[in-house]
């Protein structure tokens, strides 16, 4: 398996949501309020609690860092621990345009959903979603279909945690923990079922997520969802695309997550099989910092993001398939 050194999780471009911190900090805080002490229910007071004491009563370790966390703290985010702040630190010296190609990535995730969005879609699945940023899916699919429902999926406690206090009172999304690997049993169970209709036109997102999987288990993934969606389905995908920039950082990049997370990364043939028979929205498959910022009906876009003088040595691809009837 080629590994492949990458910093791409979702990331915030602004207008951020309140801090998962502070959320946690008040229910530490509700739960360090009463003590009972042999049936006798007992006032302990407000408790200072630092992010050591909010981690533990959550059930993570933050002195392990954390994919989401990491990008966080690069893009000025307050959702960190120090692990998360120093690899981020080892990240940056081994690729110096982590942050840039973060960025283009969030830019891309919401062009693609607005382009769907603009041709009727109104249901979307987000698998691997990461910390809730704005906007986000449901956001900017609702600009276009008002009634769209989203359903994201992730396996982090921290992410699912977070997005289910943010989004509770939202009765058209819901957060559903479940790993993309286990593909079969979300495909087939209740909680997605019973919210997405994959009988009829769905976005399905892989945005910046595949990466962080087992060659097998990515392709067998995508290639579920893509059997399963109905004509008129959407299928989005930014990944990690391994090259001679970006190989050589390997090892640093592994260092810096930590030997328990998956890094590999594909060649451009793999990443466009992800696609399978379906239908490239132009301009296809290309380097997401090069993916239009506004998506328009002709063949060629013309809106294109500044881009960097050099390529990147974070790369990474992004398309668009259509699913025809």
């Not at 739960?31 to 007071?45: C, D, L, P």
């Not at 933050?62 to 702040?85: E, M, S, V």
């Not at 328990?260 to 043939?269: F, Q, Y």
């Amino acid at each position: 398996m080629t590994k492949w050194p990458i910093v791409l999780q979702r990331a915030e471009l602004g207008g951020r949501l309140p801090g998962v911190w502070s959320l946690w900090r008040r229910r530490y805080q509700a739960r360090a309020a009463y003590v009972t002490e042999s049936g006798v229910i007992r006032v302990a007071g407000d408790s200072a609690a630092g992010p050591e004491e909010i981690a533990g009563a959550c059930g993570f370790d933050p002195n392990k860092p954390n994919a989401a966390r990491i990008y966080d703290y690069l893009l000025g985010g307050k959702d960190n621990f120090a692990a998360d702040r120093e690899a981020a630190a080892q990240l940056v010296r081994a690729l110096p345009d982590a942050a840039l190609v973060a960025k283009a990535n969030r830019a891309f995730l919401a062009a693609a959903v607005r382009y769907v969005a603009g041709r009727g879609i109104g249901q979307y699945v987000d698998i691997g979603a990461g910390l809730p940023t704005s906007p986000n899916v449901h956001q900017c699919a609702r600009a276009a279909v008002p009634g769209a429902r989203v359903a994201y999926i992730d396996n982090d406690p921290v992410v699912v945690t977070h997005a289910r206090a943010l989004l509770a009172t939202d009765p058209l999304v819901t957060v559903i923990s479940k790993d993309a690997r286990e593909y079969g049993a979300l495909l087939a169970g209740p909680e997605l079922g019973a919210f997405i209709d994959l009988t009829k036109p769905v976005c399905v997102l892989f945005v910046s997520m595949l990466h962080f999987m087992p060659e097998a288990q990515a392709d067998a993934a995508v290639g579920a969802f893509r059997e399963r969606m109905a004509p008129g389905s959407y299928l989005v995908i930014s990944t990690g695309v391994a090259n001679e920039r970006n190989t050589p950082a390997r090892e640093q990049i592994q260092a810096a997550y930590g030997s328990g997370t998956v890094l590999t990364g594909r060649p451009p043939s793999a990443i466009a099989a992800y696609f399978g028979d379906l239908e490239l929205v132009p301009p296809g498959l290309v380097p997401v910092t090069e993916w239009p910022v506004e998506a328009t009906d002709e063949p060629r876009f013309p809106a294109l993001r500044a881009v960097p003088s050099a390529p990147t040595k974070a790369g990474m691809l992004a398309g668009i398939g259509y699913k025809r009837a």
